[in-house]
């Protein structure tokens, strides 16, 4: 079966026998669980009439029935990128037909020829995709299928029993490569210095028209299905009592979660939260000052992305599909302008780690599909007659050069049950990605308040 040139019918038997091997250890766990929640449940329920004093549910259960369709609409999956399309990234590259360079020394028209080329030449002769497919394969990855569309994740269990499940949701332009560095400490923090009653068992979905998802075919694909989508992928995974987290489109789809409410996601943990400045707002605050110049430098200087995007993705694709210049230096760019980087996006991420996110693009020509979750969410994301706010236990996490960073006040009137908020003194948009030690930290922090 292959999919965007990632196949896994040929994965050899040792392979098939370790998937099975883990397939088998958690239908066994989830047998074992549940029956000791029914049992639970029973007893709660009707101990009364058997003369049998109820046992206290354990809170820590997370597992769905037996009989539900909990993993058997899970395939396992593994990526393995044809050599053509290697050998032609880099034909294309080595092609590049260049644009003329800026006229100013600096960022203020765009990312500047030289670094571009730069950046490009490593790209071509001397970066190593194969080591990065490698690393993403030691993590146990699944499709599962939505209303058509094919769901990649990264579905990593904790060896803890206790473990709490999260699902963890990138933006743009970001990837599942953005939590490749926490997904490690928060499964097994035991094993990285940390204590078993802070473990996760970590689910990083690719959104839909993303990296290794599929990519829909038809409208309707904006944030609020995503979430209603991440809540289906939960159940099937076997989760019945879970958390989530989010930045940027991530950040949305998760407080889509908070909003939507079904009954499975126990709290949530943003680093962007989707808050704006109340109406009418005289006399700011110094704090509020902060946020406010945020958002006047991005609709005045960074947001013309967004307003193609929202637009004309379509269009827009084109370019990004066939040229794979155009395409990292659509996204470099705003590595640049979003982290704290003080000046070269170089300083805050590496090179390496910042061409395999623009690869989980390139290999999946999702230039396009990218690009239309603004077309389909963009200013239309939590719109409606009915309440908007999120009732679930909140953690905000607010990192310096987030784009907005958000104040309390702002935030409040969104998340009306913050349990946990923390300004942090360095770190910028993609908060996992820069700081991965912090932001380990924060979700242990946040989550202690709502196991």
């Given amino acids: 079966m292959t999919l965007f040139g990632a196949s896994i019918a040929h994965e050899d038997h040792a392979q098939r026998a370790c998937w099975a ?28 009439q058997l003369g049998v004093k109820g046992r206290r549910q354990d809170s820590n259960a997370c597992r769905l029935p037996v009989g539900s369709r909990a993993m058997s609409d899970v395939r396992p999956f593994r990526i393995d990128v044809p050599e053509e399309q290697l050998a032609d990234l880099k034909r294309r590259l080595r092609a590049t037909r260049w644009p003329d360079a800026e006229t100013p020394d600096d960022w203020s028209q765009g990312i500047p020829l030289a670094y571009v080329q730069e950046v490009c ?19 146990p990855q699944v499709l599962t299928t ?42 097994d923090p035991t094993a990285h210095g940390g204590s078993a009653a802070d473990a996760f068992h970590v689910v990083c979905p690719s959104l839909p028209g993303y990296g290794f998802s599929g990519k829909p075919t038809r409208p309707g694909w904006g ?13 099937r995974l076997g989760y019945a009592r879970w958390v989530a987290q989010g930045g940027d489109w991530g950040a949305a789809v998760t407080t889509a979660i908070g909003i939507q409410n079904r009954g499975r996601c126990i709290g ?18 110094e704090r509020e000052r902060r946020a406010l110049d945020g958002s006047r430098h ?7 992305y967004s307003k193609q995007q929202s637009t004309r993705p379509q269009t827009l694709g084109y370019g990004l599909v066939d040229s794979p210049a155009g395409q990292a230096a659509w996204i470099l760019e705003k590595f640049w302008s979003w982290t704290d980087c003080n000046g070269h996006p170089e300083n805050a991420i590496a090179r390496d780690a910042l061409l395999d996110n623009v690869m989980l693009y390139w290999l999946t020509r999702s230039g396009a599909s990218s690009a239309r979750l603004y077309w389909e969410s963009f200013g239309k994301e939590f719109q409606g007659g009915r ?17 907005v960073p958000v104040p309390r006040s702002w935030a409040e009137k969104r998340y009306k049950n913050i349990v946990y908020w923390n300004e942090l003194d360095r770190g910028g948009h993609f908060a996992a990605f820069e700081q991965p030690a912090l932001f380990i930290e924060e979700l242990r922090a946040c989550f202690r308040l709502m196991r």
Avoid at 151 to 168: E, F, T
Avoid at 387 to 403: A, M, Q
């Fill in 223 to 235: 944030v609020e299905k995503i979430a209603e989508t991440w809540d289906t992928l939960m159940e």
């Fill in 21 to 48: 091997a883990l397939y088998l250890r958690d239908e066994i766990a989830r047998y074992a669980t549940e029956v000791t929640r029914e049992r639970d449940r029973l007893l709660h329920a009707h101990g009364h």
């Fill in 298 to 304: 991005y609709r005045e200087w960074d947001s013309g």
């Fill in 146 to 187: 939505v209303d058509g569309v094919d769901l990649h994740c990264l579905h990593v269990r904790s060896p803890h029993a206790d473990a709490l499940p999260i699902v963890m949701t990138h933006g743009w332009p970001g990837s599942v490569v953005e939590f490749l560095e926490v997904i490690g400490p928060l499964a």
């Fill in 387 to 403: 309440d908007r706010t999120v009732p679930l236990p909140t953690g905000c996490s607010i990192f310096p050069k987030e784009i």
């Fill in 268 to 285: 949530i943990h943003v680093n962007m939260p989707n808050a704006g400045a109340p109406e009418g707002l005289t006399n700011p605050t």
């Fill in 121 to 139: 030449a490593y790209w071509a002769e001397r970066y190593d995709w194969r080591a990065t497919e490698a690393r993403l394969n030691r993590f």
